[in-house]
């Protein structure tokens, strides 16, 4: 999901960096300041965890963690995701600088949609065992839909890459299962010690 520089035209750079920038924007004016540590945790673990690639067929594929991130972070994914990536691109080339709008958008918008989406129903579940199969789905569909938004991206840069990212979204289907697994036991944990962990904080109010 780390597209590099020089692959994706300028109208998708610059319409991806600033829808990017908006949800920047808006995850700060929204994050109540108490999460500010979670959002920095788990930034750390989506830096740690997607440093660690496992190749598949031509390309290579790493736990994104951003339907967890969007089930417990809410729009607070977009800054977690943008430092997480610069870092990245800075420290070890991964992905780059001109793409780190459109980077941060592909990851971070599917886990902030499936997140207000399925985020409800996972904290008023009846069992945990209910909660661990709706995260379990949050985490996979973030992945396809990740997967489908990096696809369009390179679509839209060239009709030449279309090929491309039919294979790209093959490889990103066992991912899906991988991080499906991952997200249902991380969720079924959270809900039986921790439940308020799996509600972003809002400047609103409280959780």
Excluded: C, K
Aim: proline share 6%; hydrophobic share 60%.
């Amino acid at each position: 999901m780390h597209i590099p520089d020089g692959i994706l035209s300028a109208p998708v750079l610059i319409g991806g960096a600033a829808l990017a920038a908006a949800g920047v924007t808006l995850a700060l004016r929204r994050i109540d300041e108490r999460a500010i540590p979670r959002v920095a945790m788990l930034a750390a673990v989506f830096f740690a965890g997607s440093l660690v690639s496992v190749p598949v067929g031509p390309s290579s594929v790493h736990l994104v963690f951003s339907g967890l991130m969007g089930l417990m972070l809410g729009l607070g994914i977009f800054p977690a995701v943008l430092v997480g990536l610069a870092l990245q691109a800075v420290m070890f080339g991964f992905g780059g600088l001109t793409t780190l709008g459109i980077n941060t958008l592909n990851i971070a918008l599917p886990g902030a949609l499936i997140g207000l989406a399925l985020g409800p129903m996972i904290r008023t579940a009846a069992s945990p065992a209910r909660a661990a199969l709706l995260g379990g789905v949050a985490g996979a569909a973030t992945v396809i839909a990740s997967g489908l938004l990096v696809a369009l991206s390179l679509w839209l840069s060239s009709a030449e890459y279309g090929l491309v990212a039919q294979v790209l979204l093959v490889t990103y289907l066992p991912l899906a299962l991988a991080e499906g697994a991952v997200s249902a036991a991380v969720v079924a944990f959270l809900a039986r010690v921790q439940p308020e962990a799996l509600a972003p904080r809002l400047a609103a109010g409280p959780e």
